[in-house]
């Protein structure tokens, strides 16, 4: 089995839970809406909290490269720039990390959505003022997640 799809069927493995699940340094949730509905609820509810969404990613092509097959694959980023321009400023090393981003992927008349936990920063970039920044993002990103979810 090619790498990508080992790593496809670990995700999907963990994802038997219906909430918000951690595994590891990751954060997902099975949707019960097919893709461009849960799409459109991820979009709207990561606008409710006041981010903005800066790109919608296709990676679909690469993918198909790797004899993935799915026609549904994005990387939603989005971000609040004022609190990105802030906390870039002080710790230039979260540039990589930033903005924040969800990944939306179907898996039949579902959606999946991946991300990175945000704790995993936090061993990262250890400053105590970052520290509620953070927290914040993982109570935002469960919210997303949870909102996405439930309207399933």
């Known amino acids: 089995m090619k790498k990508p799809l080992q790593w496809m069927g670990a995700v999907c493995l963990a994802l038997l839970l219906s909430a918000p699940a951690a595994a590891g340094d990751l954060m997902m949730a099975r949707v019960n809406r097919l893709f461009p509905e849960a799409m459109t609820l991820l ?85 105590p003022e970052l520290k509620p920044l953070f927290e914040r993002w993982e109570k935002d990103m469960l919210e997303i997640m949870d909102e996405v979810r439930e309207a399933g």
């Open 43 to 127: 979009q709207s509810a990561i606008s409710s909290r006041g981010y903005t969404v800066t790109r919608l990613q296709q990676v679909n092509e690469n993918l198909q490269r790797r004899e993935f097959k799915s026609d549904m694959y994005r990387v939603v980023y989005f971000g609040k720039y004022e609190e990105v321009r802030q906390a870039t400023a002080r710790n230039p090393g979260l540039i990589p990390f930033l903005p924040l981003n969800i990944t939306i992927f179907a898996e039949g008349d579902q959606a999946i959505l991946v991300t990175s936990h945000p704790q995993m920063l936090r061993d990262y970039f250890p400053d």
